[in-house]
Nanobody
Framework: QVQIVESGGGLVQPGGSLRLSCAAS????????IDWYRQAPGKQREWVAG???????SYADSVKGRFTISGDNAKNTVYLQMNLLKPEDTAVYYC??????????WGQGTQVTVSS
């Protein structure tokens, strides 16, 4: 079984930066993909960015050019570097691991608030 723990959220001013971490433990050898999602109040959860075990990345149009997803296999951790943050980036950010068999494990989420 895989366990996922997110960290790094907080309050930041518009234009600022945050780095979120997604630490995996347990049967990490089974993980094929890690994705970040976010859910703002009153809205549906939306996909933000993803990375596969080979290091290929993809991004939602709304964050492309501002967010960067990266992985450290030695630490079993995936990062989401968020720059040029906007108030509309305010949300709870969730990390999801997926095995090649399609088993998905979600973390508990970390709050990001962008406000002056």
């Amino acid at each position: 079984q895989v366990q996922i723990v997110e960290s790094g959220g907080g309050l930041v001013q518009p234009g600022g930066s945050l780095r979120l971490s997604c630490a995996a433990s347990g049967s990490t050898f089974s993980i094929g993909f890690i994705d970040w999602y976010r859910q703002a109040p009153g809205k549906q959860r939306e996909w933000v960015a993803g990375i596969n075990r080979g290091g290929s990345t993809s991004y939602a149009d709304s964050v492309k050019g501002r967010f960067t997803i990266s992985g450290d296999n030695a630490k079993n951790t995936v990062y989401l570097q968020m720059n040029l943050l906007k108030p509309e980036d305010t949300a709870v950010y969730y990390c999801k691991s997926s095995s090649y068999a399609g088993l998905a494990i979600w973390g508990q989420g970390t709050q990001v608030t962008v406000s002056s």
